[in-house]
């Protein structure tokens, strides 16, 4: 008798704990892979980081579709940092009703924007020891009474020896050859690539939508895509070709944000406009190893982005959003 209630009890043990790990799917989302994070050298951070990177990216995942609109077309991009958008307004006492909401949503527990500024301060100097190159600034520039304008910039290097760069026949736009291995994913839906960026803890994630619209493809992205996309991809050895990226986006305006399913916002106390710069550093090398003149002159077609196309810079282990634009062609 005593070992049936045992067995028992075990049972409701193992239950606990498995409704446990599907409710913090269902709270923070399902793209940060918490285990590599913790277990990786290259990216340890608190549980309570952990936390904030997962509402981060929930956050930003959902929001999307609302900054991918008629006025950015316009402007034929746009890019920012969320993660570091909302340390800067966290700065703002103003934002403090705003947070505490946002913070609630995500089960948080931040309290206090003392507290707030210390998780980030301590994150911003993890963020460093992993990869001193990446350096995304993001500062208020001008603060009124229902306006704040906050300025953020990154510049990336790119972690390859052999990089060609190339002026574009029908217009002056120059393009990054690379010949290398890289994580890729090429089907009907989408083309996508894994660039490695800085000491490679780090990648640019490219995402270009085949057979749709890119407004179209936006429209189901979503966090369950997001970590689907990447754990399908696969190493392969090609040549990738995207356009050397170099924008100064001005003047965006973020402010209501669709995150749930009743179709309530968050609201921003004061009209939130942000200018970004975004750029990426080249090397440009004229020697080429062996290994890589055999690659360049195998006859695998180059995986091209020629089209409008998604480009996310993520933690290679933990999927984090540190940055995420759209890039028109055109």
Do not use: W
Not at 56 to 80: C, H, M, V
Not at 110 to 120: E, T
């Amino acid at each position: 008798m005593n070992k049936f209630k045992y067995i028992i009890f075990l049972f409701f043990v193992v239950l606990f704990f498995v409704a446990c790990k599907k409710d913090n799917n269902k709270l923070y989302g399902v793209s940060i892979e918490t285990n590599k994070m913790i277990n990786s050298p290259a990216e340890v951070f608190s549980l309570q980081q952990i936390k904030i990177f997962m509402a981060s990216n929930d956050f930003t995942l959902k929001g999307l579709p609302y900054l991918i609109n008629d006025s950015s077309k316009q402007n034929t991009f746009f890019a920012f940092s969320p993660l570091f958008l909302t340390y800067t307004i966290a700065q703002d006492s103003l934002f403090d009703d705003y947070l505490d909401q946002y913070e609630k949503q995500y089960n948080l527990s931040l309290s206090n924007q003392n507290k707030r500024l210390q998780i980030f301060n301590s994150f911003l100097s993890s963020v460093k020891d992993i990869d001193s190159s990446i350096n995304i600034e993001s500062k208020i520039i001008e603060n009124k009474e229902n306006i704040i304008k906050i300025q953020q910039s990154l510049d990336l290097n790119l972690s390859y020896d052999n990089i060609n760069l190339e002026e574009d026949r029908y217009s002056s736009k120059q393009h990054i050859i690379i010949s290398d291995e890289f994580s890729v994913l090429d089907n009907s839906e989408q083309t996508m690539v894994d660039i490695l960026v800085g000491n490679g803890n780090y990648v640019l994630t490219l995402i270009q939508p085949n057979n749709t619209s890119f407004q179209d493809y936006i429209k189901t992205f979503n966090e369950e895509k997001y970590a689907s996309l990447i754990n399908h991809m696969e190493n392969r050895k090609n040549s990738v070709i995207f356009p050397l990226i170099d924008m100064d986006m001005q003047g965006k305006t973020m402010n209501d944000i669709n995150l749930s399913s009743d179709n309530s916002h968050f609201r921003f106390p004061k009209e939130v406009v942000l200018d970004c710069h975004f750029s990426i550093s080249h090397q440009q090398q004229t020697n080429s190893s062996f290994e890589q003149t055999l690659l360049k002159s195998n006859t695998s077609k180059p995986i091209s982005f020629n089209k409008d196309f998604l480009f996310i810079l993520r933690g290679k282990n933990s999927n984090l959003i540190m940055f995420i634009g759209y890039y028109s062609v055109n």
